[in-house]
């Protein structure tokens, strides 16, 4: 059934905040944050986007990190709901890109149902700042025919039911594993036995362009024995095939060490 909504209804925007650093933020996403009433904001969100917040916007924390408590998905939607139609302009700013991996799609449906005027501004999504951040083209047609966004992670934290490691241990294929820093031997040792060589390239990292921004190089091997080292609440984010040579190659002429196990 489709809900009702007063005339005095405002709107959400659903912004991506992208990685972390400001400045990577679109012009539009700078502005629809210059205009909000109340910005609703994920716990990756950095300090530097939301010090781009008009002053006197409410700012409420919704997201969760590392175990502290948050706001249940069904509250954060009935909030936008309850907010709009009070005729506020709503901004749920969430990292990278809303429509990665952010829950945009449930988002989006409640407003829909709820008669809300809802708008997407995209952001980067970390996966691609990582790519810019190693030097990695993931579509490097010497190596790579496509990419693929892959979650590391399902709702009881361990690997996701159902991903076709066949399909993604294909060795032209540029992967990008997010929410895998505690999956990621495992995500390795699938692939290996899928049939993707053991000497496949590996980059992680966490906290891309903010500036904890840490990076691992190293070999599938490397990640099926050690895993992702410790990267405590940091977001990470795990890049595995042909393309990712370049990042290990250059960790080794910048003297850093790469682990080959
Ligand atoms: C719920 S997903 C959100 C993804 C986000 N919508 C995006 O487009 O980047 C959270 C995961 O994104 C990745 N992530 C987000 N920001 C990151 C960053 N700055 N550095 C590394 N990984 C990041 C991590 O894999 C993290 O576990």
Redesign the pocket.
């Known amino acids: 059934m489709r809900e009702t909504s007063s005339s005095r209804t405002g709107s959400v925007v659903l912004v991506?905040a992208g990685?972390?650093d400001p400045e990577l933020l679109t012009l539009k996403a700078v502005r629809v944050l210059q205009s909000a009433d109340v910005v609703l904001f994920d716990a990756?969100v950095s300090d530097g986007v939301l010090d781009l917040v008009r002053r006197e916007a409410r700012c409420l924390a919704v997201g969760k990190r590392g175990g502290r408590a948050s706001c249940r998905q069904q509250d954060i939607n009935d909030l936008m709901v309850r907010l709009a139609r009070r005729g506020k302009r709503v901004v749920r700013l969430?990292?990278?890109?809303?429509m990665?991996?952010?829950r945009a799609g449930e988002e989006i449906a409640r407003l829909e149902a709820a008669g809300i005027p809802v708008e997407v501004v995209p952001?980067i999504?970390?996966?691609l700042?990582?790519a810019a951040a190693l030097g990695v083209s993931l579509t490097h047609r010497d190596h790579a025919h496509s990419v693929r966004f892959v979650t590391g992670?399902s709702k009881d934290g361990g690997l996701p039911k159902g991903l076709d490691w066949q399909g993604l241990a294909d060795p032209e294929t540029s992967l990008v594993f997010?929410?895998?820093?505690r999956t990621g031997a495992a995500v390795a040792r699938r692939l290996i036995d899928a049939g993707l060589s053991q000497s496949t390239p590996v980059a992680a990292?966490?906290?891309?362009?903010?500036p904890d921004e840490t990076r691992w190089t190293g070999t599938l091997a490397a990640l099926a024995a050690e895993g992702c080292p410790e990267a405590g609440d940091?977001?990470?984010?795990v890049g595995i095939g042909r393309v990712f040579a370049r990042a290990v190659s250059r960790a080794e002429a910048e003297g850093r060490q790469s682990r080959t196990a």
Do not use: E
Request: hydrophobic share 40%; proline share 9%; charged share 10%.
């Open positions: 991506g990685p972390g990756l969430k990292a990278g890109d809303p990665i991996f952010g952001g999504t970390a996966g700042a990582a992670h997010y929410m895998a820093g990292m966490a906290s891309v362009s903010c940091k977001p990470v984010l």
